[in-house]
């Protein structure tokens, strides 16, 4: 009787060592690490384009409702992440090394090519050129920490550029960005932006290869400003030197009333106030009939006429639609 009772005690046991064995056997945990810093960027980016895309598509019906500056935004974008903290020298990943100091403020900056396809400048190397063609979205970062305000942003030409600043929250996407977005019949412009630590005069010009992601090295030598642009004429591209102003304005007289009218070189040029040729007015040339409507381009804060005109009227966008009425060589 004893024997049995011992041989069951012992089988008790034997069966809870080998549970215990079971439960203390090493186990395999899948622990995700922690993401990609580049992998994070891009990510940000995508986002950031395909908000930017989906609102232009969603409000491209309308022209009256496509982001132009000082039109408010409905949706704040989401921010990209900052660079590196370390950005001083070569760019990371950068096949070349990073340009010294520059000894003339005309000197244009190298592009280098980095990781991910990110196009690295030194800021400190010159004036900067920015290539991104339409319906590209292309991306400046800034550094980590630096912030910018959308009423200090100065773009030479408003009319076929817009910019959108992206303003950063925390963790990867503490670092602030500005969004270049050409228009269709875009070409060249400039653009000044102003930070809280420095101030960026980049060309901008509608040609690819696109610079999807521009971001910028600095040195403690670097300049507080990128070289300045001096002033020039949008309209000197045409050509001319003999301008005819017998053109005479009639009927209403809106904030938009161009400045002047005038022919040069088989074109007709209409210079609107400054600023005020974001309100596109609407351009009908009664007289020579045209093949189309829209013939014209749009240069800095003229309208040009691909051809001489004699009659025409520029009907503004307000409600009651405002109409001034342009003929050449008439007389008060």
């Keep these: 009787m004893k024997k049995s009772h011992l041989l069951v005690a012992l089988g008790i046991l034997s069966g809870c060592a080998h549970d215990h ?39 491209g019906d309308d022209p009256a409702l496509r982001l132009r500056p000082g039109v408010p935004r409905p949706i704040e974008a989401t921010a990209v992440q900052a660079p590196p903290p370390d950005t001083r020298g070569a760019a990371p990943g950068a096949s070349t090394a990073r340009p010294a100091a520059p000894s003339s403020s005309t ?3 190298t592009p280098l090519i980095g990781k991910g396809g990110i196009t690295w400048f030194a800021f400190g190397d010159g004036t900067p050129t920015l290539t991104c063609h339409h319906p590209a979205i292309c991306i400046i970062r800034l550094e980590a920490g630096e912030t910018a305000l959308a009423s200090q942003i100065s773009l030479s030409d408003t009319a076929n550029w817009h910019t959108d600043l992206v303003r950063g929250t925390r963790g990867i996407h503490a670092g602030w960005a500005l969004a270049i977005e050409p228009g269709p019949q875009a070409r060249q412009a400039t653009l000044s932006l102003p930070t809280s630590r420095r101030v960026y005069n980049i060309a901008l010009s509608a040609a690819l290869p696109n610079m999807t992601t521009v971001a910028f090295t600095h040195a403690s030598t670097d300049p507080l400003s990128q070289p300045p642009f001096a002033p020039v004429n949008p309209l000197v591209a045409y050509g001319g030197a003999n301008p005819d102003f017998r053109y005479t304005l009639s009927g209403a007289t809106p904030a938009w009333t161009p400045l002047r009218v005038y022919r040069d070189a088989g074109h007709t040029f209409i210079d609107f106030p400054q600023g005020q040729i974001v309100t596109h007015p609407r351009l009908v040339i009664l007289s020579p009939r045209v093949a189309r409507s829209n013939a014209y381009h749009v240069a800095g804060d003229s309208y040009v006429v691909d051809t001489v005109i004699d009659d025409m009227q520029l009907i503004g966008p307000e409600a009651n639609q405002p109409t001034v009425r342009v003929t050449y060589g008439a007389h008060p």
Excluded at 24 to 51: K, N, Y
């Design 21 to 59: 064995d079971a439960d203390t056997a090493p186990v395999r945990v899948e622990t995700p690490g922690m993401p990609s810093a580049e992998l994070a960027l891009q990510q940000s980016i995508d986002r950031v384009h395909g908000f930017i895309a989906n609102m232009r598509q969603r409000l």
């Design 107 to 109: 000197r244009s900056a």
